[in-house]
């Protein structure tokens, strides 16, 4: 065994000299037959087909009985450097592919080998119980020809038949943090046998306060261990992250961070906050809308908003954390099956649901932290296809829609719904306005503040809720930093 892990050092070794001369040198081709990021605009893949990437036979039979026979861009590039045994930090927009990025060659990894009990090969820690059904659901999908064992390990269901998995042996084990670090403290799992680390939805992860969880789990893991980290933004914090976790990780980027699917077409309509359910129906009335997510900020907005809109005949139901998990299940699977046609939800419950025909998202609320925003949208317009977004912003909105605005690089499309108008009637650029008719733009300085207002400000209340104005703000775009939905109940084990 000593000269087993000897070898295995020596070939590390050989690996991390052979990585290091590819990133210094620029070689134009890599083992994997990628070309260079820096000899390539963009970090453009060569790719044409999976056969490039030199998947098993088993795989490829299960990926042609999907359709799929062109990887994405960050598909193109994470695997290559997955198979290598190196640590990624992979980067892509939401809906573009990310976790068959890291499945498909987890499974490529994984296969052929034996898991222990209550000692998993494999770890992929997800922020919510739905995304990691989602995770699971890609190894059923493409692991169908292999034998790999997994197991889930979430909150909200009884433990007792994921500890009887455990038992078995698992290959690959998906979990939350709490879940996990509960049955850890029971005694019930071992993670010294760890060859692959997965931190998915990393940005999600430091959101939801789970950064320190993921600090003691990484302690409890070996060091020889492989580290994948995958996200749809990259905030500075999760750069530190990668710093810590990582061990000379290679970057893949597909996409800028924060930017939105080009394919996603994005309209504004400015209401007031009596108004917003009225627009919200016009809305729905005009749309062809097939399904839908509406986005609120709030759990009792959920339900409020969910409740309302059946009472108008439209076939809605709310979903957010502090629901059980079996009424998760059942409206998901209806909304899947076409039963349930708008989804109202949070989003910490919307977060790693995958369906790819979602014809629209409605923001009900413009969210509280800009990432947000980006992964709302990314709902629809998956898989290369089309979709449409709204979002309805009042007054007291517009410091978190700077924030928007200014994390994507660019303006949304003002839509007028006066008289019924459609969104291909509207250029594509805000409306004229008459600074001389606006209130003084307010100041991050409160004696400004107060000075602006005496001397050029309208009392709020005259203020005629459809009347079309928008603030400035003096902060940055970073100003819109809150989460727009309490931790789950169920996060906290």
């Known amino acids: 065994m000593a000269l087993f892990y000897r070898i295995a050092h020596i070939f590390r070794a050989f690996q991390v000299l052979y990585l290091l001369f590819d990133d210094i040198y620029n070689t134009e081709y890599s083992l994997f037959g990628i070309k260079n990021r820096a000899n390539t605009p963009e970090g453009e893949i060569l790719y044409m087909s999976f056969e490039a990437l030199g998947l098993s036979d088993n795989l490829m039979k299960a990926i042609d009985e999907c359709g799929y026979t062109e990887p994405t861009p960050i598909q ?5 450097a997955v198979l290598m045994m190196r640590d990624v930090v992979g980067l892509a ?25 209550r000692m998993p090969r494999s770890l992929i820690l997800t922020p919510t119980r739905e995304l990691a059904a989602q995770v699971a659901q890609n190894f059923d999908t493409y692991g169908k020809y292999t034998n790999l064992s997994k197991a889930l390990l979430v909150g909200g269901v009884n433990m007792d038949p994921q500890i009887k998995a455990l038992e078995r042996g698992v290959d690959v084990l998906i979990a939350t943090p709490g879940r996990l670090l509960d ?19 990393a940005d999600r992860m430091m959101d939801m306060g789970f950064i320190p969880d993921i600090e003691k789990i990484a302690s409890l893991l070996p060091f020889t261990r492989q580290t994948l980290l995958f996200s749809a933004t990259m905030a500075p914090e999760i750069k530190k992250l990668t710093e810590k976790f990582l061990s000379n990780p290679k970057e893949v980027s597909v996409a800028p961070p924060a930017t939105t699917a080009t394919n996603v077409e994005q309209f504004l309509v400015e209401t007031s906050p009596r108004d917003k359910k009225k627009v919200l129906d016009k809305l729905l009335k005009q749309e062809d809308v ?18 309302w809109l059946k009472g108008k005949g439209y076939k809605a139901e709310p979903m957010h954390g502090d629901m059980p998990q079996k009424t998760r299940t059942e409206t998901l699977a209806g909304f899947k099956s076409g039963e349930i046609e708008l989804l109202v939800c949070s989003d910490v419950a919307a977060r790693g649901i995958d369906i790819d025909a979602v014809s629209h998202v409605f923001n009900y609320d413009v969210p509280m932290n800009a990432d947000d925003y980006v992964h709302r949208i990314g709902r629809t317009a998956r898989a290369g296809q089309k979709g449409r977004a709204w979002m309805l912003s009042t007054d007291r909105d517009a410091k978190y829609l700077d924030a928007v ?62 009347k079309k104005r928008r603030y400035q703000d003096d902060d940055d775009g970073d100003s819109g930093t809150g989460f727009g939905d309490d931790v789950p109940a169920f996060f906290k084990i």
């Open 76 to 80: 193109a590039a994470a695997i290559p």
């Open 93 to 117: 927009q939401t809906g573009t592919g990310k976790t068959a990025g890291f499945t498909l060659p987890m499974i490529e990894i994984l296969d052929g080998g034996r898991a222990k009990a």
């Open 183 to 201: 049955l850890f403290d029971r005694g019930n799992i071992l993670l010294s046998d760890i060859k692959i680390f997965v931190i998915d939805e």
């Open 290 to 307: 097939k399904n839908a997510f509406i986005f609120c900020n709030r759990k009792r907005d959920v339900d409020d908003l969910a409740a």
């Open 405 to 466: 605005e200014k994390r994507i690089k660019q303006d949304i499309e003002r839509v007028l719904l006066d008289g019924g108008s459609k969104p291909e009637d509207k250029k594509r650029s805000k409306p004229k306005t008459d600074h001389s008719k606006d209130p003084a733009p307010r100041s991050s300085v409160r004696s400004d503040k107060r000075a602006d207002k005496s001397a050029n400000e309208k009392p709020k209340n005259d203020v005629s809720p459809k």
